[in-house]
Structure formats: structure tokens, C-alpha cells
């Protein structure tokens, strides 16, 4: 099954400075999805873009889609400690069912 | 502040015992979701439901696993008899579509010995 990958899997980053991680997928989708997990929770939803839009912004979130290239990117502007988690994209291609990345991990150092 | 529930938070078990999870899906949300995660294979989907009916349980091992959903407030998820590879991280999820945002329950870390 289709499964978003994210990229780099892991990222280490001072408090202030911007984090921009990278999803691929391999097939067309309805929608693409942005999920944070701190450590020993649950999955909590970011941001949601459908395959017609480009960008989308929430708070300190920017995610843009690129259908033609089969991606997406997540970036966290003016990082704090509290944003170090996992990060998930997941893919909506229309079976039914999200399809998850393995995650990628970002550490925020103070 | 709706959220999904799930119970118990933590469970230590021997091999070969039973084991139930509860999930109480947020109230008018129709899909729910099973799934386990593991560092090796990350987050597997097991099975989801429907307004109350599997849609899909592929992901379970059926000799082992059974998921019902006897209400709109209950879904369950069954080991019988468990092994130490089903130790794991067991997260609920609901929605209002299979494709859509899903909220995420705290999950139940499983431990079998």
C-alpha cells in the first residue's frame, strides 16, 4: 500500500531557528496529512491539504503540496522545545484509509 | 473537549493470557480505527469500522485478534492467547470519514512477557 516518507528522519535544530521536513508518496492522492506525537502519546493532528490546493498555513505551520512531484513539505517556523516530537505525513488515496510515514524526528534544543 | 479514550493506559500480561482494549471514539464520529505501533514497523493499521460495521481488518492476525464495535460509544480490540510480539503501542482512532482528519486516543502500551 501507499506510504508517505518522510524526510530526513531525523532533524536536530536550536530553539529559533526554522525545521522543514519532507514527505513523498507514490501515488495520486486525495489529500495529505500532517501529524505530531510527542513522546508516549497519541497522534495529533496538524494540517490537512487536499490535492488541488498548493499551500496552506496554520499558525507557525506551512505545508505545501506538489502533486507533480509527488511530495509535500512541513516547516515550523521560529521553533521552541515544545515542537520536539515525531512527525508524521499521511495519505488519503482514496481506499479508505490514511497511510502513514514512519515518522520523523525532530529535536528542539533550548 | 471531545476526545477518545482509551482504556487501560498500561498493561502487563504473560503469554497466553487474554487481553482487552477499550476505545470510546468521540461521540458522532462514525469511523474508528485500530492500529499498533512498534519501533520496527511503525504504525500498522489493524482494522476500522464503519458506522459500527468492520470495514477492513487485514491488518489483524485473525487467529489471535478479533475487534468488535458492540455500540457507537465501544470498540474493542481482542488478543487471545497474547505473545510477547504483540507487545506494542495499541492506538484508537475516530473520524467523521476514513480519509479525514483522525483524533487519536492516548493509546494503551501493552506489554507481554
Known amino acids: 500500500s501507499q506510504q508517505g516518507e518522510e524526510d530526513p528522519q531525523a532533524l536536530s535544530i536550536q530553539e529559533g531557528e526554522n525545521a522543514t521536513m519532507n514527505c513523498s508518496y507514490k501515488?495520486?492522492?486525495?489529500?495529505l496529512q500532517w501529524y505530531r506525537q510527542n513522546s508516549g502519546r497519541g497522534l495529533v493532528h496538524l494540517i490537512l491539504i487536499r490535492s488541488n490546493e498548493r499551500e496552506k498555513h496554520s499558525g507557525r505551520l506551512r505545508v505545501t503540496l506538489d502533486t507533480s512531484k509527488k511530495s509535500s513539505s512541513l516547516l515550523i517556523t521560529a521553533s521552541r522545545a515544545a515542537d520536539t516530537a515525531s512527525y508524521f505525513c499521511a495519505t488519503d488515496n482514496g481506499n479508505n484509509r490514511l497511510a502513514f510515514g514512519k515518522g520523523n524526528q525532530v529535536v528542539v534544543i533550548p | 473537549d471531545a476526545r477518545v479514550t482509551q482504556t487501560p493506559r498500561h498493561k502487563v500480561t504473560e503469554m497466553g493470557q487474554e487481553v482487552t482494549m477499550r476505545c470510546q471514539p468521540i461521540?458522532?464520529?462514525?469511523?474508528v480505527f485500530w492500529y499498533r505501533q512498534t519501533m520496527m514497523q511503525g504504525l500498522e493499521l489493524l482494522a476500522y469500522f464503519r458506522n459500527r460495521a468492520p470495514l477492513d481488518d487485514s491488518g489483524m492476525p485473525k487467529d489471535r485478534f478479533s475487534a468488535e464495535m458492540p455500540d457507537a460509544t465501544l470498540a474493542t480490540l481482542k488478543i487471545q492467547p497474547s505473545e510477547p510480539r504483540d507487545s506494542a503501542v495499541y492506538f484508537c482512532a475516530s473520524g467523521f470519514h476514513p480519509g479525514d482528519t483522525q483524533y487519536f486516543g492516548p493509546g494503551t502500551r501493552l506489554t507481554v512477557l
Open positions: 501515488t495520486s492522492i486525495n489529500n
Open positions: 461521540l458522532g464520529h462514525n469511523t
